[in-house]
């Protein structure tokens, strides 16, 4: 049960950096009555341990379905660091990359924060080292600084805004209205979305994630004429043809509302596989396919799904939770420092759910 695959990608990174290599130690997969033997093991110790699991729509459905079986929930790395900050529980299993556990552990500091396998990063976060950003930044001294919640502590701690996919144009919007000139980073194509959608003066750090940036317009239009009812779903970490082509963009949470909304019974979706699990889950009588990531120029290893995320796995779980290998840590001042711009998140996202104006709101957070 504890055996793992390690397979070498190549992964490109921020354009301040060099292509390099990684290895992703992919548990291997577990036969029925193994799975079954972790799962309740799992259950035991969560309740032993005072635990709560938390889990990302692209990991293993096995860790979905077990996290939402045992109180826990399966969401995008906010709703995961915000359900484990206001959980009871006093550890936090993290199912998912590196930044995520990072996240969870600023906005829980008190809080035990495990990993199923610290190895689990994610190419924007790689591409996007603090010195060479910090340098970026002073570059250009008269921007507000903006990051993705796909960074490490230290990026986060050096911006004046950390957001999210589902929050990005609201927050540009509500900046650009009150004069704000825009550094966002790390993902270029969600930069460039959120320029062309808002119309903000932004400029960009060159990052881009190893699944999204591999999906092809030209295969894709191909699958369309193959499926003509299909509308297709894209997350606007791709590139700007495949967006073009989209019926809905959005996060991996407004992907899921548009399939539940949208009347079509086929759907091609431009995001990680493991995404299609909760897709299927919720919308039994639609079909789901993956947009393709071929053609040429393809450089993808891992095809649609994220290599990293194929690290997590029910076996290394358990261990996490029985020995407490994988915790997190995150230095305290450094952690202070980050949660201002993941608060100031917080804040605006609530400000807009409660339909109270948020210009007073981000004229006042402008700069940290």
Same mark, same amino acid.
């Not at 976060?125 to 250009?140: M, R, T």
């Given at each position: ?14 354009? =301040? ?6 290895? =992703? ?14 799962? /309740? ?5 969560l ?13 293993h ?19 995961m ?27 829980? !500091?008190?809080?035990?924060? +495990? ?6 990063? $994610?190419? +924007? ?6 010195d060479?950003?910090?340098a ?5 001294p ?6 993705? =919640? ?58 881009? $994630? ?9 295969? %894709?239009?191909?699958? @369309?004429?193959?499926? !003509? ?17 989209? /019926?809905?963009?959005g996060?991996?949470?407004a ?8 009347? =079509? ?18 919308n ?6 993956? *947009? ?7 450089? $993808?290893?891992? $095809? ?10 029910? *076996?290394?779980?358990?261990?996490? +939770? ?29 400000? %807009?759910? @409660?339909?109270?104006?948020?210009? *007073? ?8």
């Amino acid at each position: 049960m504890s055996a793992v695959f390690e397979v070498e990608f190549e992964q490109p990174v921020g354009e =301040a950096c060099n292509t390099r290599h990684a290895w =992703a130690r992919v548990p291997a997969e577990p036969s029925r009555a193994e799975r079954d033997v972790l799962k /309740d093991r799992i259950r035991r110790l969560l309740v032993e341990r005072n635990a709560v699991m938390v889990s990302h729509y692209y990991v293993h459905p096995d860790l979905q379905d077990l996290a939402e079986e045992t109180g826990g929930l399966v969401g995008d790395s906010l709703e995961m660091a915000r359900f484990g900050r206001d959980h009871p529980a006093r550890t936090l299993v993290v199912s998912g990359v590196r930044f995520m556990g990072e996240t969870a552990k600023i906005l829980s !500091p008190d809080k035990r924060v +495990l990993m199923p396998d610290l190895g689990a990063d $994610c190419s +924007l976060d790689l591409g996007c080292p603090i010195d060479e950003f910090s340098a970026f930044c002073d570059a250009h001294p008269d921007r507000t600084v903006l990051v993705y =919640a796909n960074t490490s502590a230290a990026v986060k701690a050096r911006a004046d805004w950390v957001v999210t996919s589902s929050c990005a144009l609201d927050v540009v919007s509500a900046l650009k209205a009150e004069g704000h000139k825009i550094l966002w980073a790390p993902d270029r194509h969600l930069g460039d979305y959120i320029r062309r959608e808002t119309g903000a003066d932004i400029v960009s750090w060159q990052g881009a $994630c190893i699944v999204h940036d591999e999906f092809k317009a030209l295969e %894709l239009e191909l699958l @369309k004429e193959q499926h !003509p009812d299909a509308k297709v779903l894209v997350h606007p970490e791709s590139s700007a043809d495949v967006i073009a082509l989209a /019926d809905a963009v959005g996060s991996t949470s407004a992907i899921l509302q548009a399939a539940q909304r949208m009347d =079509a019974k086929t759907f091609i979706v431009a995001t990680d596989n493991g995404m299609l699990h909760k897709l299927r889950t919720l919308n039994p009588g639609k079909t789901f396919i993956e *947009a393709p990531t071929a053609g040429n120029g393809a450089t $993808c290893k891992s $095809c649609a799904h994220c290599p990293w995320m194929a690290m997590n796995g029910l *076996a290394n779980v358990a261990n996490a +939770l029985e020995t407490g290998a994988g915790e997190i840590q995150v230095d305290q001042h450094l952690g202070v420092r980050a949660r201002v711009p993941i608060d100031r998140m917080l804040a605006f996202t609530a400000a %807009l759910k @409660k339909g109270a104006p948020v210009g *007073a709101l981000v004229a006042g957070m402008g700069a940290v």
